[in-house]
Protein backbone atom coordinates (compact mmCIF):
# COMPACT_ATOMS: atom_id res chain seq x y z
CA UNK A 1 0.00 0.00 0.00
CA UNK A 2 3.34 1.91 0.69
CA UNK A 3 4.42 1.75 -2.52
CA UNK A 4 0.83 2.42 -4.24
CA UNK A 5 1.01 5.62 -2.43
CA UNK A 6 3.90 6.78 -3.64
CA UNK A 7 2.75 5.62 -7.32
CA UNK A 8 -0.30 7.61 -7.19
CA UNK A 9 1.19 10.77 -6.38
CA UNK A 10 4.24 10.58 -8.43
CA UNK A 11 1.75 9.91 -11.44
CA UNK A 12 -0.87 13.06 -10.32
CA UNK A 13 2.97 15.01 -10.76
CA UNK A 14 3.41 13.05 -14.37
CA UNK A 15 0.16 14.18 -15.37
CA UNK A 16 0.60 17.82 -14.31
CA UNK A 17 4.05 17.88 -15.82
CA UNK A 18 3.68 19.78 -18.82
CA UNK A 19 1.37 22.33 -16.84
CA UNK A 20 4.06 22.72 -14.07
CA UNK A 21 7.56 22.88 -16.74
CA UNK A 22 4.89 25.72 -18.76
CA UNK A 23 4.37 27.57 -15.33
CA UNK A 24 8.46 27.25 -14.68
CA UNK A 25 9.04 28.98 -17.93
CA UNK A 26 6.37 31.49 -17.49
CA UNK A 27 7.76 32.86 -14.35
CA UNK A 28 11.39 32.96 -15.41
CA UNK A 29 9.85 34.90 -18.71
CA UNK A 30 8.31 37.45 -16.21
CA UNK A 31 10.43 38.37 -13.57
CA UNK A 32 9.26 40.24 -10.73
CA UNK A 33 10.91 41.31 -8.04
CA UNK A 34 10.06 40.96 -3.98
CA UNK A 35 6.52 42.33 -2.75
CA UNK A 36 5.86 42.74 -6.08
CA UNK A 37 4.83 39.20 -7.77
CA UNK A 38 1.33 40.15 -8.93
CA UNK A 39 1.64 38.01 -11.72
CA UNK A 40 3.56 34.93 -10.14
CA UNK A 41 1.51 34.82 -6.90
CA UNK A 42 -1.75 34.95 -9.52
CA UNK A 43 -0.28 31.99 -11.64
CA UNK A 44 0.84 29.89 -8.84
CA UNK A 45 -2.86 30.42 -7.39
CA UNK A 46 -4.48 29.49 -10.92
CA UNK A 47 -2.90 26.10 -11.15
CA UNK A 48 -3.74 24.99 -7.54
CA UNK A 49 -7.04 25.72 -7.69
CA UNK A 50 -6.86 23.87 -10.98
CA UNK A 51 -6.17 20.91 -8.72
CA UNK A 52 -8.58 21.33 -6.02
CA UNK A 53 -6.64 23.96 -3.49
CA UNK A 54 -8.68 26.19 -1.44
CA UNK A 55 -6.52 28.93 -1.99
CA UNK A 56 -6.33 32.23 0.26
CA UNK A 57 -4.42 35.18 -1.77
CA UNK A 58 -2.99 37.94 0.16
CA UNK A 59 -2.61 36.66 3.52
CA UNK A 60 -0.71 37.66 6.61
CA UNK A 61 -1.46 41.75 4.44
CA UNK A 62 0.43 40.78 1.59
CA UNK A 63 -0.97 40.97 -1.27
CA UNK A 64 1.66 38.73 -2.81
CA UNK A 65 1.55 36.16 -0.41
CA UNK A 66 -1.12 33.18 -0.21
CA UNK A 67 -1.62 29.61 1.38
CA UNK A 68 -3.10 26.88 -0.67
CA UNK A 69 -4.94 23.88 1.40
CA UNK A 70 -5.88 20.19 0.16
CA UNK A 71 -6.98 17.38 2.33
CA UNK A 72 -8.01 17.35 6.14
CA UNK A 73 -5.71 15.09 8.21
CA UNK A 74 -4.23 15.82 11.55
CA UNK A 75 -0.77 16.09 10.18
CA UNK A 76 0.22 19.17 8.40
CA UNK A 77 2.72 19.66 5.85
CA UNK A 78 4.03 23.10 4.03
CA UNK A 79 5.53 23.45 0.77
CA UNK A 80 7.40 26.45 0.90
CA UNK A 81 7.17 28.58 -2.77
CA UNK A 82 9.74 31.71 -3.38
CA UNK A 83 8.51 33.57 -6.68
CA UNK A 84 10.71 36.95 -6.74
CA UNK A 85 13.48 37.67 -9.05
CA UNK A 86 16.65 39.41 -8.90
CA UNK A 87 17.07 43.06 -10.02
CA UNK A 88 18.72 43.11 -13.68
CA UNK A 89 19.62 39.19 -13.89
CA UNK A 90 16.01 38.04 -13.46
CA UNK A 91 15.47 34.40 -12.16
CA UNK A 92 18.99 33.82 -11.42
CA UNK A 93 18.69 31.86 -8.04
CA UNK A 94 16.08 29.73 -10.12
CA UNK A 95 12.87 30.56 -7.88
CA UNK A 96 11.14 29.62 -11.23
CA UNK A 97 12.28 26.06 -10.07
CA UNK A 98 11.52 26.42 -6.52
CA UNK A 99 7.83 27.36 -7.11
CA UNK A 100 7.28 24.94 -9.75
CA UNK A 101 8.32 21.89 -7.16
CA UNK A 102 6.20 23.41 -4.58
CA UNK A 103 3.20 23.10 -7.26
CA UNK A 104 4.35 19.76 -7.65
CA UNK A 105 4.70 18.62 -4.09
CA UNK A 106 1.52 20.25 -3.49
CA UNK A 107 0.05 18.31 -6.65
CA UNK A 108 1.30 14.42 -5.35
CA UNK A 109 0.41 14.99 -1.72
CA UNK A 110 -2.94 16.25 -2.60
CA UNK A 111 -3.66 13.44 -4.38
CA UNK A 112 -3.10 11.16 -1.39
CA UNK A 113 -4.02 12.87 1.48
CA UNK A 114 -7.02 11.66 2.68
CA UNK A 115 -5.51 8.08 2.56
CA UNK A 116 -2.58 9.37 4.75
CA UNK A 117 -4.12 11.52 7.26
CA UNK A 118 -2.40 14.64 6.02
CA UNK A 119 -3.42 18.67 5.22
CA UNK A 120 -1.29 20.21 2.76
CA UNK A 121 -0.27 23.54 2.42
CA UNK A 122 1.76 25.32 -0.19
CA UNK A 123 2.63 28.48 1.17
CA UNK A 124 3.53 31.29 -1.43
CA UNK A 125 5.98 33.25 0.39
CA UNK A 126 7.12 36.69 -1.42
CA UNK A 127 10.53 38.85 -0.65
CA UNK A 128 12.91 36.08 0.05
CA UNK A 129 15.86 37.76 -1.84
CA UNK A 130 15.19 40.80 -0.02
CA UNK A 131 12.45 42.02 2.59
CA UNK A 132 12.13 38.45 4.24
CA UNK A 133 8.42 37.59 3.57
CA UNK A 134 8.75 34.49 5.18
CA UNK A 135 9.71 36.01 8.67
CA UNK A 136 6.70 38.53 8.07
CA UNK A 137 4.34 35.40 7.92
CA UNK A 138 5.79 33.55 10.69
CA UNK A 139 5.33 36.80 12.86
CA UNK A 140 1.77 36.84 11.41
CA UNK A 141 0.71 33.07 11.83
CA UNK A 142 0.89 31.59 8.73
CA UNK A 143 2.92 28.91 10.11
CA UNK A 144 1.43 27.93 13.10
CA UNK A 145 -0.08 24.36 13.15
CA UNK A 146 2.63 22.93 10.49
CA UNK A 147 4.51 19.85 12.05
CA UNK A 148 6.85 19.74 8.77
CA UNK A 149 7.53 22.44 6.35
CA UNK A 150 10.10 21.37 2.97
CA UNK A 151 11.33 23.48 -0.20
CA UNK A 152 14.29 22.91 -2.51
CA UNK A 153 16.81 25.11 -4.56
CA UNK A 154 18.31 24.87 -7.22
CA UNK A 155 22.45 24.98 -7.68
CA UNK A 156 25.07 23.80 -9.41
CA UNK A 157 25.49 20.56 -7.34
CA UNK A 158 23.05 18.35 -5.01
CA UNK A 159 22.73 18.67 -1.23
CA UNK A 160 21.10 17.98 1.59
CA UNK A 161 22.27 20.29 4.49
CA UNK A 162 23.46 23.34 2.46
CA UNK A 163 25.30 26.19 4.75
CA UNK A 164 23.04 28.71 5.55
CA UNK A 165 24.55 31.91 7.36
CA UNK A 166 22.56 34.36 9.63
CA UNK A 167 22.24 37.55 8.05
CA UNK A 168 21.28 41.42 8.35
CA UNK A 169 20.21 44.09 6.13
CA UNK A 170 21.70 47.75 6.99
CA UNK A 171 20.42 50.60 5.11
CA UNK A 172 23.06 53.47 5.86
CA UNK A 173 22.73 57.26 5.08
CA UNK A 174 25.01 60.18 5.75
CA UNK A 175 23.62 63.41 5.99
CA UNK A 176 26.62 66.49 5.46
CA UNK A 177 26.50 70.19 4.28
CA UNK A 178 26.55 70.99 0.56
CA UNK A 179 29.38 73.83 -0.53
CA UNK A 180 31.12 74.56 -3.45
CA UNK A 181 33.82 72.15 -3.71
CA UNK A 182 36.31 74.00 -5.52
CA UNK A 183 35.47 78.21 -4.08
CA UNK A 184 35.06 76.94 -0.57
CA UNK A 185 35.33 73.48 0.26
CA UNK A 186 35.71 74.25 3.96
CA UNK A 187 32.22 74.97 3.93
CA UNK A 188 31.12 71.91 3.21
CA UNK A 189 30.26 68.27 5.74
CA UNK A 190 31.43 65.96 2.93
CA UNK A 191 29.07 63.04 3.42
CA UNK A 192 30.75 60.92 0.81
CA UNK A 193 33.82 60.96 2.91
CA UNK A 194 32.13 59.67 5.87
CA UNK A 195 30.85 56.34 3.67
CA UNK A 196 34.78 56.10 2.10
CA UNK A 197 36.23 56.22 6.54
CA UNK A 198 33.27 53.67 7.30
CA UNK A 199 34.32 51.62 4.10
CA UNK A 200 38.03 51.52 5.10
CA UNK A 201 37.26 50.77 8.45
CA UNK A 202 35.15 47.47 7.41
CA UNK A 203 38.09 46.73 4.78
CA UNK A 204 40.36 46.77 7.79
CA UNK A 205 38.08 44.77 10.16
CA UNK A 206 38.09 41.88 8.03
CA UNK A 207 41.56 40.58 8.38
CA UNK A 208 40.08 40.28 12.22
CA UNK A 209 36.69 38.18 11.48
CA UNK A 210 36.47 34.57 11.42
CA UNK A 211 36.54 33.03 7.84
CA UNK A 212 32.71 32.28 8.46
CA UNK A 213 31.88 35.71 7.91
CA UNK A 214 30.86 37.90 5.24
CA UNK A 215 30.42 41.94 5.16
CA UNK A 216 29.42 43.61 2.25
CA UNK A 217 27.74 46.15 0.28
CA UNK A 218 26.96 48.94 -2.32
CA UNK A 219 27.15 52.59 -2.37
CA UNK A 220 23.18 53.46 -4.16
CA UNK A 221 24.33 57.59 -3.67
CA UNK A 222 27.57 58.95 -3.64
CA UNK A 223 27.24 62.41 -4.45
CA UNK A 224 25.54 64.25 -7.09
CA UNK A 225 28.40 65.99 -9.23
CA UNK A 226 31.97 66.89 -8.52
CA UNK A 227 31.96 70.36 -7.82
CA UNK A 228 29.65 70.53 -5.23
CA UNK A 229 30.47 68.74 -1.26
CA UNK A 230 28.28 65.62 -1.15
CA UNK A 231 25.41 66.24 1.45
CA UNK A 232 23.82 63.14 1.22
CA UNK A 233 25.64 59.70 0.87
CA UNK A 234 23.76 56.21 0.96
CA UNK A 235 24.45 52.22 1.28
CA UNK A 236 23.01 48.78 1.63
CA UNK A 237 25.36 46.36 3.17
CA UNK A 238 24.68 42.66 4.04
CA UNK A 239 26.13 41.19 7.51
CA UNK A 240 26.53 37.61 7.92
CA UNK A 241 27.51 34.58 10.77
CA UNK A 242 26.96 31.20 11.01
CA UNK A 243 24.00 32.20 13.85
CA UNK A 244 21.95 34.93 15.08
CA UNK A 245 24.06 35.24 18.38
CA UNK A 246 27.60 35.72 16.44
CA UNK A 247 25.64 37.86 13.74
CA UNK A 248 24.51 40.38 16.93
CA UNK A 249 28.55 41.20 17.46
CA UNK A 250 29.32 41.33 14.06
CA UNK A 251 26.63 43.66 13.32
CA UNK A 252 27.50 45.82 16.51
CA UNK A 253 31.04 46.31 15.18
CA UNK A 254 30.30 46.89 11.76
CA UNK A 255 27.81 49.89 12.90
CA UNK A 256 31.05 50.87 14.96
CA UNK A 257 32.55 51.69 11.87
CA UNK A 258 29.38 53.60 10.17
CA UNK A 259 29.41 55.76 13.20
CA UNK A 260 33.24 56.20 12.86
CA UNK A 261 32.59 57.84 8.95
CA UNK A 262 30.44 60.26 11.08
CA UNK A 263 32.78 60.98 13.98
CA UNK A 264 35.44 61.81 11.62
CA UNK A 265 33.66 64.05 8.98
CA UNK A 266 30.66 65.81 11.36
CA UNK A 267 28.04 63.76 9.28
CA UNK A 268 24.69 63.40 10.69
CA UNK A 269 24.45 59.24 10.40
CA UNK A 270 21.17 56.95 9.64
CA UNK A 271 21.36 53.30 9.96
CA UNK A 272 17.86 51.43 9.67
CA UNK A 273 17.73 47.77 9.06
CA UNK A 274 15.89 47.26 5.80
CA UNK A 275 14.36 44.03 6.46
CA UNK A 276 14.04 41.30 9.04
CA UNK A 277 17.11 39.22 10.17
CA UNK A 278 17.43 36.17 8.63
CA UNK A 279 18.45 32.94 10.86
CA UNK A 280 21.15 29.94 10.85
CA UNK A 281 19.34 27.17 9.50
CA UNK A 282 18.48 23.58 12.20
CA UNK A 283 18.32 20.89 9.56
CA UNK A 284 15.67 18.78 10.43
CA UNK A 285 17.59 15.46 10.22
CA UNK A 286 14.51 12.33 10.19
CA UNK A 287 12.80 14.53 7.09
CA UNK A 288 16.35 14.51 6.04
CA UNK A 289 16.93 10.94 5.66
CA UNK A 290 13.32 10.57 4.06
CA UNK A 291 14.15 13.06 1.43
CA UNK A 292 17.74 11.44 0.90
CA UNK A 293 15.96 7.87 0.10
CA UNK A 294 13.42 9.29 -2.14
CA UNK A 295 15.83 11.53 -4.18
CA UNK A 296 18.50 8.67 -4.43
CA UNK A 297 15.57 6.29 -5.61
CA UNK A 298 14.80 9.08 -8.39
CA UNK A 299 18.28 8.99 -9.80
CA UNK A 300 19.78 11.94 -8.01
CA UNK A 301 22.95 12.09 -6.50
CA UNK A 302 24.54 13.40 -4.12
CA UNK A 303 28.49 14.14 -4.41
CA UNK A 304 31.03 13.95 -1.84
CA UNK A 305 31.10 17.53 0.10
CA UNK A 306 34.15 19.55 -0.46
CA UNK A 307 35.85 22.56 1.75
CA UNK A 308 34.73 24.66 -1.28
CA UNK A 309 30.79 23.26 -1.08
CA UNK A 310 31.12 24.83 2.79
CA UNK A 311 32.18 27.60 1.77
CA UNK A 312 29.80 28.87 -0.46
CA UNK A 313 26.93 29.95 2.39
CA UNK A 314 24.13 31.83 1.38
CA UNK A 315 21.22 32.98 3.34
CA UNK A 316 17.53 32.55 3.18
CA UNK A 317 14.50 33.10 5.38
CA UNK A 318 13.70 29.66 5.45
CA UNK A 319 15.79 29.11 8.11
CA UNK A 320 13.81 31.18 10.43
CA UNK A 321 11.12 28.92 9.30
CA UNK A 322 13.16 25.81 10.55
CA UNK A 323 13.77 27.46 14.14
CA UNK A 324 9.81 27.01 14.73
CA UNK A 325 8.50 24.05 12.49
CA UNK A 326 10.85 21.28 10.94
CA UNK A 327 11.94 21.88 7.68
CA UNK A 328 14.52 21.75 5.41
CA UNK A 329 15.58 22.67 2.45
CA UNK A 330 17.91 20.58 0.04
CA UNK A 331 19.45 21.52 -3.12
CA UNK A 332 18.83 20.49 -6.07
CA UNK A 333 21.36 19.98 -9.32
CA UNK A 334 20.22 21.52 -12.45
CA UNK A 335 23.47 20.98 -13.83
CA UNK A 336 25.05 24.80 -14.41
CA UNK A 337 28.96 23.53 -13.53
CA UNK A 338 30.77 26.17 -12.50
CA UNK A 339 27.81 28.95 -12.98
CA UNK A 340 26.77 29.64 -9.08
CA UNK A 341 23.37 31.12 -8.22
CA UNK A 342 22.93 35.03 -8.54
CA UNK A 343 25.09 34.84 -12.28
CA UNK A 344 23.57 36.01 -15.07
CA UNK A 345 24.16 32.43 -16.71
CA UNK A 346 22.50 30.95 -14.25
CA UNK A 347 19.12 32.32 -15.07
CA UNK A 348 19.93 30.97 -18.73
CA UNK A 349 20.41 27.22 -16.46
CA UNK A 350 17.44 27.73 -15.06
CA UNK A 351 14.95 26.57 -18.16
CA UNK A 352 16.72 23.84 -19.74
CA UNK A 353 15.89 20.42 -19.58
CA UNK A 354 17.86 19.74 -16.88
CA UNK A 355 16.03 22.33 -14.39
CA UNK A 356 13.02 20.81 -15.73
CA UNK A 357 14.04 17.70 -14.36
CA UNK A 358 14.78 18.84 -11.16
CA UNK A 359 12.23 21.01 -10.86
CA UNK A 360 10.01 17.17 -11.39
CA UNK A 361 12.34 15.06 -9.46
CA UNK A 362 12.31 17.71 -6.41
CA UNK A 363 8.33 17.73 -6.33
CA UNK A 364 8.25 14.31 -6.41
CA UNK A 365 11.01 13.62 -3.81
CA UNK A 366 9.19 15.91 -1.62
CA UNK A 367 5.59 14.38 -2.08
CA UNK A 368 7.30 10.88 -0.81
CA UNK A 369 9.17 12.72 1.89
CA UNK A 370 5.67 14.05 3.08
CA UNK A 371 4.47 10.08 2.28
CA UNK A 372 6.74 8.32 4.53
CA UNK A 373 6.48 11.08 7.40
CA UNK A 374 2.75 10.46 7.60
CA UNK A 375 3.88 6.58 7.95
CA UNK A 376 6.20 7.20 10.57
CA UNK A 377 3.56 9.26 12.90
CA UNK A 378 0.82 6.69 12.03
Not at 39 to 63: M, N, Q
Not at 69 to 81: D, E, F, H, R, Y
Not at 102 to 131: F, H, Q, S, W, Y
Not at 204 to 230: A, K, M, S
Request: overall charge negative.
Amino acid sequence: MHDQTKSAARAAIDRAADRLLALSHRLHAHPELGFEEVRASAWLGEELTAHGFRVEAGVCDLPTAFVATAGSGPLVIGICAEYDALPGIGHACGHNVIAGAAVAAGIGLAEVADEIGVTVKVIGTPAEENGGGKVLMIERGAFEGLDAAMMVHPAPRERLDPPVLARAQLHIEYEGRPAHASACPEDGINAADALTVAQVAIGLLRQHVPGDQRIHGIVTEGGQVPNIVPAHTSADYYVRAPALDELAVLEKRVRACFEAGAIATGSRLTITSASPAYSHFRHDAPLLDHYRRNALALGRVFPEVTPADDRTAASTDMANVSLVVPSIQPLVSIDSGSVGQHQAEFAEYAVRPAADRALLDGGIAMAWTGIDLARARS
